[in-house]
């Protein structure tokens, strides 16, 4: 059994200027993983992130940060493109750190909260399975495994 943690054990949001630090504590504590949270679309060089683990000796894993603007079955259409574009920045940033699975509520915003009817759930569903489908395929393409986070909090 391989143990990780999440940068966010430490900071958020995780820069590059932390991770040297950070991996070298990780390595020297025992964990074998260092979870990457893909918080932007930039400012984050994946590629040197990749190496660093490596130089100390860790494994990577990455898990999405769902925010509001970032829903894949909100009634707003461009913001499920942008929960869509961000996904796919997320498979992308997983291969290039060397890591098969995304993991996190890759379903909805974190901590949204809504009433529907049976039909509003049933349309909700069938979007997030139309929208999932499309991010798996895309995911498989770059040999990175989708994990969905359920949050009930």
């Known amino acids: ?23 070298e504590r990780m390595a020297e504590a025992g964990f074998d993983l260092i979870e990457f949270p893909i918080e932007t679309i930039d400012g984050f060089d994946y590629a040197e992130a990749a190496a660093i683990a490596r130089d100390h000796g860790l494994g990577t894993s ?23 574009a961000y996904i796919r920045h997320c498979i992308e940033a997983a291969h290039t750190l060397g890591s098969s699975t995304l993991v996190g509520p890759i ?15 049933s349309r909700d569903i069938g979007l997030l399975v ?5 991010l798996a395929a895309y995911a498989a393409d770059y040999g990175v495994t989708l994990c969905i986070e359920p949050l009930n909090r």
């Open 130 to 134: 139309r929208q999932l489908s499309k």
């Open 107 to 121: 379903y909805s915003a974190v901590g949204r909260t809504w009433q529907a009817t049976p039909d509003e759930r």
């Open 1 to 23: 059994m391989k143990f990780g943690a999440n940068t966010w054990i430490w900071f958020s949001p995780f820069t590059m200027a932390q991770l040297t630090t950070t991996a």
């Open 62 to 84: 990455t898990c999405a940060a769902m925010g509001p603007d970032r829903d894949l079955i909100h009634p707003d259409e461009a913001i499920r493109d942008n929960g869509l």
